[in-house]
Nanobody, 124 residues
Framework: QVQLVESGGGLVQTGGSLQLSCAVSGRTFSYFTMGWFRQAPGKERDFVAAINWSGTSTNYADSVKGRFTISRDIANHTKYLQMNSLKPEDTAVYYC?????????????????WGQGTQVTVSS
């Protein structure tokens, strides 16, 4: 079994930055593709970013390109989402996800494991 625990959410003003972390335990972290998704109230869960197991391939939603950066620390079984230039429309619950496949895909149903989520609120 795989456990994912997010941290780093909070309240920030427009233009500010936050870094989300996702600690992974329970299985071999190295060979998982990792993703971040978000869900705003009343909306579907949307793809944000993903990174393959080696860190050599990343994928971003158009809405966050140039502002968000996904990375992973294999030695510490942790991945990160650095969020800069935050906007009110980035407000959502952010979820960490992992999949056994090798590609950093964008569809939520392709991911096998999920964290509980962390709230990010951007005030205007």
């Amino acid at each position: 079994q795989v456990q994912l625990v997010e941290s780093g959410g909070g309240l920030v003003q427009t233009g500010g930055s936050l870094q989300l972390s996702c600690a992974v335990s329970g299985r071999t972290f190295s060979y998982f593709t990792m993703g971040w998704f978000r869900q705003a109230p009343g909306k579907e869960r949307d793809f944000v970013a993903a990174i393959n197991w080696s860190g050599t391939s990343t994928n971003y939603a158009d809405s966050v390109k140039g502002r968000f950066t996904i990375s992973r620390d294999i030695a510490n079984h942790t991945k990160y989402l650095q969020m800069n230039s935050l906007k009110p429309e980035d407000t959502a619950v952010y979820y960490c996800a992992a999949r056994r496949g090798v590609e950093p895909v964008t569809t939520a149903r392709s991911y096998d494991y999920w964290g509980q989520g962390t709230q990010v609120t951007v005030s205007s």
